[in-house]
């Protein structure tokens, strides 16, 4: 996607889950936890991103704090989280729409 060889309309959210969920139970125990670990791997990486809001925000934070040997000033750090919110909010509502654009066929 960052180099333009996947389209962003290839991100899917919770019905695109379930559906993959679904295929996966449908095809064994086997590729059902197969699936389920990929997914929580995923997971485990989206929540490590650097954006403020998630825990790899608050570890790019303590590493500022430690570098510089004092904590971020707090209103920095409450405009910073906000920003987090609102664009992991964005992403949330974007893969939403993809879905919503699967289930119509468009």
């Given at each position: 996607?960052?180099?333009g ?10 019905v695109?889950?379930?559906d993959?969920?679904a295929?996966?139970?449908r095809a064994?125990p086997r590729?059902?936890?197969w699936f ?30 430690g ?8 209103e920095?750090r409450?405009?910073?989280t906000?920003?987090g919110l609102?664009?992991?909010l964005a ?6 729409f ?6 119509t066929?468009?």
């Open positions: 996607m960052i180099v060889d996947i389209s962003v309309r290839e991100l899917g959210g919770p695109v889950i379930a993959a969920s295929q996966a139970a064994g590729y059902f936890l389920m670990a990929f997914l929580s791997v995923n997971l485990a990486i989206l929540n490590l991103l650097p954006i403020p809001v998630l825990d790899g925000g608050h570890l790019v934070f303590l590493v500022i704090e570098v510089r040997g004092r904590p971020v000033p707090k920095l409450l405009k910073l906000q920003i609102y664009l992991l992403l949330m509502v974007f893969v939403v993809n879905d919503v654009l699967r289930l066929g468009r």
